[in-house]
């Protein structure tokens, strides 16, 4: 089973609610909500308030991906805000560790997400801490990126070191790339602009069928 995990940041910014609600009508299982601060990524979206509001219009898991740094004095409210998943990036701060058992503490699913230039031997150490990581296949802060194949090799190394947690995998993902990812041993795929294109909230049947192609690729693994 893959968990399709659509972004919101390829969705109507003037609509977030609407939105979340016809991407999940549409099969989405989970809402991937990134969260930037134009500081440790560039660009800037939006903070625990706007995680708060779209909150009701969740009924699957709401899945908050933090680019900021610092982020310890921010877990409280993320976890207010109704984060089921809030994830750090293992390079924000000096004090992952602390961090991570801070999310936890908050009552919230503990993720660590890693950069294209970071190895994954960074969160081996921090690997019983989490339920999920994260590794980004785009330099964060931007969709509608192209994906980074030469991330594909840590996949593999974090499913051997890590076999029962989630290993999500976040910028570039489609169709076209579903079955290499499922294949390397993630079974979590966000996906913003594969998603969203084609569709609106008045017309949302291309989000279903673009999810449809997504699992669809991803699934055909055992065939
Ligand atoms: C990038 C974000 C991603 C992004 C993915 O910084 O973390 O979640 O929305 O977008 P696509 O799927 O368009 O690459
Ligand atoms: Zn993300």
């Not at 989405?28 to 909150?55: E, Y």
Request: hydrophobic content about 50%; some cysteine.
């Amino acid at each position: 089973m893959v968990t399709i995990a659509p972004s919101i940041l390829a969705a109507d910014f003037a609509n977030f609610g609407a939105e979340i609600e016809a991407v999940e009508a549409q099969g989405a299982d989970w809402i991937h909500v990134d969260v930037m601060d134009g500081h440790f990524v560039p660009n800037i979206t939006f903070g625990p308030q706007m995680c708060a509001a779209i909150r009701p219009h969740v009924k699957t898991v709401m899945d908050v991906h933090l680019m900021i740094a610092p982020v310890d004095p921010y877990i409280e409210a993320f976890a207010a805000a109704g984060a089921d998943i809030l994830t750090a990036h293992a390079e924000a701060g000096p004090h992952l560790h602390r961090t991570l058992q801070a999310i936890r503490a908050a009552g919230c699913r503990p993720g660590v997400a890693i950069n294209p230039g970071t190895p994954p031997d960074a969160v081996r150490p921090v690997l019983d801490l989490v339920d999920l990581v994260c590794v980004m296949t785009v330099n964060p802060g931007f969709g509608g990126q192209g994906f980074l194949d030469s991330m594909i090799p840590k996949i593999a190394q974090l499913r051997a070191w890590a076999p029962d947690i989630h290993i999500e995998i976040d910028g570039g993902v489609g169709a076209g790339n579903a079955r290499r990812l499922v294949e390397a041993g993630a079974d979590v795929l966000v996906a913003g602009s594969s998603v969203f294109k084609g569709g609106s909230v008045t017309d949302p049947a291309a989000y279903g069928a673009n999810i449809r192609a997504i699992r669809t690729a991803a699934t055909s693994v055992a065939a």
